[in-house]
């Protein structure tokens, strides 16, 4: 996990998600790429974020494409196919996160996180994966809290991003923020320090 770097979360708020990555791409402490995207749409409501090993970065998400329109049906499936090379496994701890339709027409947020061999962590708070996972989950505990709003889980999930990667050596140089709400996803390209 340490050898390209990289740190992503998701969060639950009040009737949306959201999933945020850090933009740096290294060769282990040399940087080599302040613009690497590691979080990918499935569909219109499910974002997949790829931390780990560039190159099974690229392998994964080529191979998620397309594939399931409901998330809990879409983490399933990546947990399969990284137990499928549980002997020899991608270098990726994926964090999914999206809405679900409830049966009676609503949205439900949805976020879950596997290790490298696919086993599931379902969360109703908050996942986090990458070389700054134990610096997000202290920052995370601090500031997240239930039903945050969309703007207020903008702010949360991006301090705590900003926060812990600039602790790590491995993270950082700027985030991504995707806020996925019933109505539409908000983007957001977040500066940070380059040092």
Not at 38 to 54: C, K, M, N, S, W
Not at 77 to 92: A, C, N
Not at 103 to 122: E, Q, R, V, Y
């Amino acid at each position: 996990m340490e050898y390209n770097g990289g740190s992503v979360i998701a969060m639950v708020g009040k009737d949306c998600v959201a999933i945020a990555s850090d933009l740096r791409l290294g060769s282990q402490a040399l940087g080599i790429s302040s613009n690497f995207q590691r979080i990918f749409p499935v569909t219109d409501r499910v974002y997949v974020g790829l931390p780990g090993l560039a190159t099974d970065v690229t392998t994964l998400r080529e191979r998620f494409r397309y594939r399931v329109n409901i998330p809990e049906t879409f983490a399933h499936l990546v947990s399969s196919t990284l137990y499928q090379h549980r002997f020899g496994p991608y270098f990726i701890e994926p964090v999914m996160a999206g809405l679900s339709k409830t049966p009676s027409g609503g949205f439900k947020p949805f976020i879950a996180a596997t290790d490298l061999i696919g086993c599931l962590n379902f969360a109703k708070d908050f996942v986090v994966a990458g070389t700054a996972s134990a610096k997000l989950f202290g920052v995370a505990e601090g500031l997240w809290e239930p039903d945050l709003e969309a703007e207020d889980l903008f702010e949360t999930i991006s301090q705590t991003l900003l926060n812990a990667v600039d602790r790590d050596a491995y993270s950082g140089w700027g985030a991504i923020v995707h806020v996925i709400t019933k109505d539409k996803i908000i983007t957001r390209t977040l500066k940070g320090r380059m040092d």
